[in-house]
Nanobody
Framework: QVQVVESGGGLVQAGEALRLTCTVS????????MGWFRQAPGQEREAVSY????????YYSVSVKGRFTISRDNAKNTLYLQMNSLKPEDTAIYYC????????????????????WGQGAQVTVSS
């Protein structure tokens, strides 16, 4: 069974940066496609970014493209999300998700396409 744990959330001011980390245990990390999602209060969970198991393919939502960078270190079983130029509208709980099957540009943003999820990390951006 795959365990997914996020860390690195916190409170920052607008314009600052933050890096989220996600560690995966219980299986072979380099076989998993990974995604970052977020959910603000009263809103649906939305996709933020995706990275393929070999890190060759990445996708970003329009709202974060150019500000956020997804990466992974398969030797450390760790996924990262570097978030720069943060805005108050980035405030949300951020979730890391893993799945054994690769995603396309049409499928990466659906939460139902990911089997394993972390408990979430709160990111709050003050204005």
């Amino acid at each position: 069974q795959v365990q997914v744990v996020e860390s690195g959330g916190g409170l920052v001011q607008a314009g600052e940066a933050l890096r989220l980390t996600c560690t995966v245990s219980g299986s072979t990390f380099d076989r998993y496609a990974m995604g970052w999602f977020r959910q603000a209060p009263g809103q649906e969970r939305e996709a933020v970014s995706y990275i393929s198991s070999n890190a060759i393919t990445t996708y970003y939502s329009v709202s974060v493209k150019g500000r956020f960078t997804i990466s992974r270190d398969n030797a450390k079983n760790t996924l990262y999300l570097q978030m720069n130029s943060l805005k108050p509208e980035d405030t949300a709980i951020y979730y890391c998700a893993a799945d054994a099957f690769p995603k396309s540009s049409n499928s990466w943003h659906y939460p139902a396409n990911y089997r394993s999820w972390g408990q979430g990390a709160q990111v709050t951006v003050s204005s």
